[in-house]
Nanobody, 119 residues
Framework: QVQLVESGGGLVQAGGSLRLSCAAS????????MGWYRQAPGKLREFVAR???????NYADSLQGRFTISRDNANNTVYLQMNSLKPEDTAVYYC?????????????WGQGTQVTVSS
């Protein structure tokens, strides 16, 4: 019953910035970790960033400090601020919410938003 809707993707020149948003609804809890993944054509989905319910942030090493994840629990929204974008950042970006359970976690995904960075 969890729904995630991404927005904010688009076309941008290398060096530019974009801010992605993920609006969550349904049976979601602020304690759940949420994050962003991306998938480029012909490649596997890869981890981008994650933020826990307590505000701890994790990023893919390859980002080198260019991206910042944040969340607004009051609005059930997660953001990804992307700066200094590079052509290799081009991908479909997916929002993720993880229901932490005692044995197995359950992941929920949005439909994705396209980010295209031109050189």
């Amino acid at each position: 019953q969890v729904q995630l809707v991404e927005s904010g993707g688009g076309l941008v020149q290398a060096g530019g910035s974009l801010r992605l948003s993920c609006a969550a609804s349904g049976s979601i809890f602020s304690s759940w970790p949420m994050g962003w993944y991306r998938q480029a054509p012909g490649k596997l989905r890869e981890f981008v960033a994650r933020i826990t319910g307590t505000g701890t942030r994790n990023y893919a090493d390859s980002l080198q400090g260019r991206f910042t994840i944040s969340r607004d629990n009051a609005n059930n929204t997660v953001y990804l601020q992307m700066n200094s974008l590079k052509p290799e950042d081009t991908a479909v970006y997916y929002c993720n919410a993880r229901d932490i359970r005692p044995i197995v976690a359950i992941d929920y995904w949005g439909q994705g938003t396209q980010v295209t960075v031109s050189s």
